[in-house]
């Protein structure tokens, strides 16, 4: 009986010394009944462990890849958009679901088809070094309110009076030029002049990104292209586009295979010299992508422009296309005493009874 007395007092001492050690090694604390431990093995440990570290390593690198990330973003800007993806996006035919829609694409049509925002810009530059030129095969000149553009002569020394290429690089080149809002301006401008047998042909190449307006209105601009202008001696101007794209802000514009010809009406004149003749027809093929229109339209002169100017002409009709077809017709081609009518193939009509209306409501000019 004593023997066994023993034996039990000395498994209890074993039992609570094992315990003891165990909490010793473990650091655990005292549970609430009821709770089961969870069980963790070593090597579970240790993953644990590896994972924590390198998470430890990730959080410390990723402030170094945000800043990389800004700087990239930065120089993206710096360098303007890209339009690739604009491209892409508006690579469908356009809704036209109103006929307003068909007044919005002849005024986004003539601002592309007049170099957009760089119209005033090569008059000026052209102006500038005609005024004044040195002679030199490179030049720099000032910008009206800062930064320069250089003008470079390409093409064989001293033949200066033939065919020209000029080259126009702008390097922060800022100020207003005609009427048109303030601009900062970088990249080039090329101006390849080239005079054939009974005609003249200038050939303008764009590759230029900045900025338009100022404080919150400024924007980020950009135009990138090529357009071929010939002038037949008959008169009139022959304007062949082969791709221009722009970007103003988020807006995107673009040509693609647009010829226009303005050229003078036959029978019209007596006179031996075209210029004289005061009667000149517009026709108009290609296609327009917008991102105001939400795709592509293909344009198209159903009956040619008689003393076409925007916004407006005398007389004629422009067909457009894309999800849905619509004209733009003119004067005595309205059917009514109106000067503009906007018609849908579905025979939805908006009308204006003066041209000055008409621009208005669409921005021509701006």
Not at 348 to 360: K, N, P
């Amino acid at each position: 009986m004593t023997n066994w007395i023993w034996l039990r007092s000395s498994s209890k001492r074993a039992l609570a010394l094992a315990a003891l050690v165990l909490v010793s090694l473990t650091g655990c604390s005292v549970r609430s009944p009821g709770v089961d431990p969870e069980v963790v093995r070593v090597d579970q440990v240790g993953q644990q462990r590896e994972q924590s570290g390198e998470s430890m390593n990730k959080a410390a690198r990723a402030p170094v890849t945000v800043e990389k990330e800004s700087s990239t973003d930065e120089s993206a800007k710096e360098t303007g958009p890209s339009f690739a993806e604009k491209r892409e996006q508006f690579s469908g035919p356009a809704q036209l679901d109103e006929p307003e829609a068909l007044g919005r694409a002849l005024a986004v049509f003539y601002r592309m088809r007049s170099r957009a925002f760089m119209a005033p810009v090569a008059s000026h530059v052209q102006g500038v070094v005609n005024l004044g030129g040195s002679g030199d095969d490179r030049e720099t000149r000032s910008c009206p309110e800062g930064g320069v553009f250089h003008l470079e002569w390409q093409g064989t020394a001293g033949e200066r009076s033939g065919s020209r290429e000029l080259l126009y690089q702008f390097d922060e080149c800022r100020g207003r030029f005609g009427s048109g809002p303030m601009l900062l301006l970088n990249g080039d401008y090329r101006r390849d002049f080239r005079p054939l047998v009974g005609r003249e042909q200038v050939i303008e190449s764009f590759d230029v990104h900045g900025y338009q307006g100022q404080g919150s209105q400024r924007q980020p601009i950009a135009l990138r292209g090529r357009q071929r202008v010939l002038r037949p001696a008959e008169g009139g101007v022959v304007r062949s586009t082969e791709r221009m794209e722009m970007m103003l802000g988020e807006t995107y514009t673009a040509l693609k295979g647009v010829r226009d010809e303005i050229a003078p009406e036959e029978g019209e004149s007596d006179s031996d010299f075209a210029s004289f003749n005061t009667r000149f027809v517009t026709t108009v093929e290609g296609r327009l992508f917008s991102s105001e229109l939400g795709g592509w339209l293909d344009m198209a002169t159903a009956t040619g422009l008689v003393e076409q100017q925007a916004p407006c002409s005398a007389s004629g009709v422009v067909a457009l296309s894309g999800k849905r077809n619509g004209e733009v017709r003119f004067g005595p081609h309205t059917g009514t005493h109106h000067r503009v009518a906007l018609e849908l193939e579905s025979g939805e009509v908006a009308r204006y009874e003066r041209c000055s209306d008409f621009g208005e409501a669409f921005g021509f000019g701006r």
